[in-house]
Structures are given as structure tokens and as C-alpha cells.
């Protein structure tokens, strides 16, 4: 098992920046591969970012490239989402996931991001 929670979350202008935290407790954080999803009002919960156990790979979103870096310190047991240039439709819930093979299998609580224009 493994706990995770997310901090961070706010109201930003348009244009602005925020960055999220995932804190993991329990099992050996270095183990997992850890996620970012996100869930806006009404729609499903879709994909933002991922990144390897070692930090060395990681995957975005392709409405997010160039604007989202995702990274980790396993010393620090705490997964990032640094977000700049947010936009409105960025606005969602965002949730930290974590898996050990196939699928993500632990999810924080999320924490809500709005982007006003």
C-alpha cells in the first residue's frame, strides 16, 4: 500500500504558474512509477504526465507539452507537476497515481485547479 497526498492547488490567472506536490507514504516510493491525471466538471479523467521510477522518462499530454514538467525526489518520497502558461481549460481536479506495473492502482484525493480567464 501506499498513501498519497496532493497539495498545491489554487486559483491563478490565465498565464500563470502553480505547482503541485504528491507526498507518498508507505511502501518504497522509488518503486512506482508515478502519474498525474486530471478531471474537469463533467468530463472523464484523463492523462497529464508520467515519470519513471528513476525520473529518467517521463510522458505528457500532448495539451500539456511544453507547458507541464513533471519530476521526483525519492529522497523526499514527493512527486512535482510544475505548470506554467495555464489556460482555462486546465482548470480540473488533479490527482496523483501511482502504479508498480500495468495500471495505476493508488490515487490521491486530487486537489482543484482554476484557471481564470
Known amino acids: 500500500q501506499v498513501q498519497l497526498v496532493e497539495s498545491g492547488g489554487g486559483l491563478v490567472q490565465a498565464g500563470g504558474s502553480l505547482r503541485l506536490s504528491c507526498a507518498a507514504s508507505g511502501r518504497t516510493f522509488s518503486n512506482y512509477v508515478m502519474g498525474w491525471f486530471r478531471q474537469a466538471p463533467g468530463k472523464e479523467r484523463e492523462f497529464v504526465s508520467s515519470i519513471s521510477r528513476s525520473g529518467g522518462i517521463t510522458d505528457y499530454a500532448d495539451s500539456v507539452k511544453g507547458r507541464f514538467t513533471i519530476s521526483r525526489d525519492n529522497a523526499k518520497n514527493t512527486v512535482y507537476l510544475q505548470m506554467n502558461s495555464l489556460k482555462p481549460e486546465d482548470t480540473a481536479v488533479y490527482y496523483c497515481?501511482?502504479?508498480?506495473?500495468?495500471?495505476?492502482?493508488?490515487w490521491g484525493q486530487g486537489t482543484q485547479v482554476t484557471v481564470s480567464s
Open positions: 497515481a501511482a502504479k508498480l506495473l500495468a495500471t495505476y492502482n493508488y
